[in-house]
């Protein structure tokens, strides 16, 4: 009999094994529907990638027509529209994902995501100034250009007189806003002004150099962020009175990534012509290429080392998992970073991916990414690093240990406060030269090849920001399996204590098993005997 119900039993198995199969043949797709579905998956990321190669071409027809300067604002039109479009998003963005991203998280998870973020952006940005630094020294971009001038390249001069101190000391106050609607479209900006302080003994009137603030146009987003993230952890604390506002900040940010879905639908049309437009404003590009074109391989070399190899190795050190697997969930962010050269536009398409193709955490990615487009510059770092060299190099000054250490420094803590703009680094390479003391003159050269440069530090710098996003999406996943393991030890312990408490409770476990009670020492056998 058991023979025969073995039988019957793998015939039973071998059956629905058969059936199996027969389901994952018709369940078989053809090679079109494959495709279809391929397309229809990835169909904004093609368009996407299919708008900056159309621009490219777009640009380079249109160049020929030699279009005036009003005609080539309105062939810019659907570009700009696109930048607008994405800039609108950033404030409420920025400030409700970064309040939900903040009350959502219990005040030692936030401290503990805080300092490995912190840490992560600080030592990332300082290895970039380190790759920046070394390939200058390398390459050498600025050796036997000393005859190189902004007047050779009938460019005009830039200059700058900000003090270094000043530049830092703005960075502080620009963390605290005076007003906090006041810092969504302006920033604090130290300038100065000559005050008579008196005459010499030749009756000559002294002047003093001082520092005034005044308000730039811009918005300031260190204070947002700071603001934001401490009226979220403040709404936790509330409780249950700040829950009806917790829900309105995730309402808004909802709302505001279904206005960002709507957009990504508009870029691969907006980039065609962003990229197009950048190609017909050129002026003499063989002219600055050939000239600056070591200043631009050194630059470029570094971001591609840095991106390709330094990040991914980071990320896989703390994950195990392959990084370009994770990387090719982010293609149309990247795109949209190399055609805007803006981080801060780039934002809304980058949280929307990191959520939808990688399955980063909410909670993590609204609180991390907003952060990381604010103070996680290392693209801009590695290229500062390499213009302050290079500028060295075109004055002929030897660089000391003292020097290149103060560069390394300043370009890490400097990046913190470069605008998520396009052209905001440069500003930035104004502080590390006024560090090193080295003239501001021949910033000109840079702004002249920025939008070149630009593009691969933007794409660096995003990709640090998701990188960045993904470790702590895995190292939050650890914690949370750690804690389950946690939680179901403890309730087996429990099980197990009400089990003995049971047992010990009741009399007879088993109608076979009889518990006899214990025998007082010294009984008499009469007590022994009326017991048993």
């Given at each position: 009999m058991e023979k025969k119900s073995e039988a019957n039993g793998l015939h039973a198995v071998s059956g629905t094994v058969s059936a199996d199969?027969?389901?994952?043949?018709?369940?078989?797709?053809?090679?079109?529907?494959?495709?279809?579905?391929f397309l229809s998956?990835?169909?904004l990321v093609i368009l996407t990638v299919s708008g900056v190669l159309v621009g490219v071409g777009l640009g380079m027809t249109?160049?020929?027509m030699n279009l005036t300067r009003a005609e080539m604002s309105y062939f810019a039109f659907p570009g700009e529209m696109l930048l607008r479009m994405l800039k609108m998003v950033i404030l409420p963005l920025v400030v409700c994902s970064l309040v939900s991203g903040a009350a959502s998280l219990d005040t030692r998870s936030l401290g503990k995501l805080g300092g490995i973020a912190v840490s992560y952006f600080l030592a990332t940005t300082l290895v970039a100034s380190g790759i920046g630094v070394a390939l200058a020294f390398i390459i050498k971009?600025?050796?036997?250009?000393?005859?190189?001038?902004?007047?050779s390249l009938g460019l005009e001069s830039v200059s700058t007189n900000k003090e270094t101190t000043d530049s830092f000391l703005d960075l502080a106050r620009n963390l605290f806003p005076a007003n906090l609607v006041a810092a969504a479209f302006r920033s604090y900006a130290t300038d100065y002004k000559m005050v008579a302080v008196g005459n010499d003994t030749n009756g000559t009137i002294l002047y003093q150099k001082v520092p005034i603030g005044t308000d730039t146009d811009g918005m300031n987003i260190l204070g947002l962020v700071l603001f934001a993230m401490v009226f979220g952890v403040a709404l936790r604390k509330l409780g249950e009175e700040g829950e009806e506002l917790i829900r309105f900040f995730n309402a808004f940010n909802e709302a505001t990534m279904v206005l960002v879905s709507w957009i990504m639908w508009y870029v691969p049309f907006g980039i065609m012509f962003l990229v197009g437009s950048k190609i017909v404003e050129m002026e003499d590009v063989v002219l600055l290429v050939t000239s600056l074109g070591k200043y631009i391989f050194a630059s470029i070399l570094g971001h591609i080392i840095h991106g390709?190899?330094?990040?991914p190795l980071i990320y896989f050190g703390f994950t195990r998992k392959n990084p370009f697997t994770f990387l090719s969930g982010l293609i149309t962010p990247f795109t949209t970073a190399f055609a805007t050269c803006s981080s801060s536009a780039t934002l809304p398409s980058m949280i929307k991916c990191v959520e939808e193709n990688n399955g980063v955490d909410k909670r993590i990615s609204r609180f991390i990414l907003p952060i990381g487009a604010t103070v996680n510059m290392d693209g801009a770092a590695i290229f500062q690093c390499v213009a302050a060299v290079f500028i060295a190099q075109l004055n002929n000054t030897e660089l000391n240990a003292g020097q290149i250490f103060t560069i390394l420094v300043t370009a890490t803590a400097s990046s913190v406060g470069a605008a998520g703009i396009p052209a905001g680094g440069i500003i930035t390479i104004a502080i590390i030269l006024e560090a090193i003391g080295l003239p501001t003159n021949d910033l000109s050269l840079m702004l002249a090849v920025d939008w070149i440069v630009d593009r691969t530090t933007t794409v660096v710098n995003v990709e640090g920001d998701a990188l960045g996003a993904g470790i702590l999406h895995h190292i939050n996943q650890q914690e949370m399996r750690k804690k389950q393991?946690?939680?179901?030890?403890?309730?087996?312990?429990?099980?197990r204590v009400e089990a003995v408490a049971n047992a010990n409770a009741e009399e007879e476990t088993s109608p076979l098993v009889t518990h006899r009670p214990a025998v007082p020492a010294g009984s008499t056998p009469e007590a022994i005997e009326s017991v048993l």
């Open positions: 199969q027969i389901l994952e043949k018709s369940e078989k797709k053809s090679p079109r529907e494959k495709l279809v579905a998956r990835n169909l249109v160049r020929g971009p600025g050796v036997g250009a000393g005859a190189l001038n902004t007047n390709g190899v330094v990040l393991q946690l939680g179901q030890a403890e309730e087996l312990a429990e099980v």
